[in-house]
T-cell receptor, first 112, second 115 residues
Framework: DAKTTQPPSMDCAEGRAANLPCNHS???????VYWYRQIHSQGPQYIIH???NNETNEMASLIITEDRKSSTLILPHATLRDTAVYYC?????????????FGTGTRLTIIP | GAVVSQHPSRVICKSGTSVKIECRSL??????MFWYRQFPKQSLMLMAT?????????EQGVEKDKFLINHASLTLSTLTVTSAHPEDSSFYIC???????????FGPGTRLTVL
């Protein structure tokens, strides 16, 4: 699976949009971009995933560049409960290869 | 939907004893479950992949005789840490993949402390 690069930490003011970048310049055509987050001492929580189109759900939006070499996770109105480590993971989505390889992620801190 | 539970949430045991951790998919069936380990201030590391009705596949460096995995049903996988030592103290997290889907959903984790 392609490797990803994320900034180690970011701060965002409460109520503002949090934009978390991820570089995946070696991504292959059949690899998806997944985002998970881990709040302290809890298991990771699935946020969103996409292949090439932008995606939106009740938690966040995922913007993938046209060349698919980078993406941005957007939390539209950050709250204190969004403070967590956010992981961007690239992997092939099929039933034979399902490993999630976690990097170091971005530690997002929401500032009151 | 897609809720995964783990039991116990915390366990303290003496060195040399065995500890069993359960992972259950509560509202879906999971043919595949995964076991991860996370040491303090580190990221999650995959230990093994568990498929219902077959033997688990272990990642390189993970001792299969020490970390016994059983996936007897579509909703339950267990991890048994045998002859636990203090260096096995860690946060153990399972995940499950929906049978008809592709996304993994994670349990809340089990914190194991070996004295």
């Amino acid at each position: 699976d392609a490797k990803t690069t994320q900034p180690p930490s970011m701060d965002c003011a409460e109520g503002r949009a949090a934009n978390l970048p991820c570089n995946h310049s070696t991504i292959s055509g059949n690899e998806y971009v997944y985002w998970y987050r881990q709040i302290h001492s809890q298991g990771p929580q699935y946020i969103i995933h996409g292949l090439k189109n932008n995606e939106t759900n009740e938690m966040a939006s995922l913007i993938i560049t046209e060349d698919r070499k980078s993406s941005t996770l957007i939390l539209p109105h950050a709250t204190l409960r969004d403070t967590a480590v956010y992981y961007c993971i690239v992997r092939v989505a099929n039933f034979g290869n399902e490993k999630l390889t976690f990097g170091t992620g971005t530690r997002l801190t929401i500032i009151p | 939907g897609a809720v995964v539970s783990q039991h116990p949430s915390r366990v303290i045991c003496k060195s040399g004893t065995s500890v069993k951790i359960e992972c259950r998919s509560l509202d879906f069936q999971a043919t595949t479950m995964f076991w991860y380990r996370q040491f303090p201030k580190q990221s999650l590391m995959l230990m093994a992949t568990s498929n219902e009705g077959s033997k688990a596949t272990y990642e390189q460096g993970v001792e299969k005789d020490k970390f016994l995995i059983n996936h007897a049903s579509l909703t339950l996988s267990t991890l048994t840490v045998t002859s636990a030592h203090p260096e096995d103290s860690s946060f153990y997290i399972c995940s499950a993949r929906v049978v008809s889907g592709d996304t993994q959903y994670f349990g809340p984790g089990t914190r194991l402390t070996v004295l």
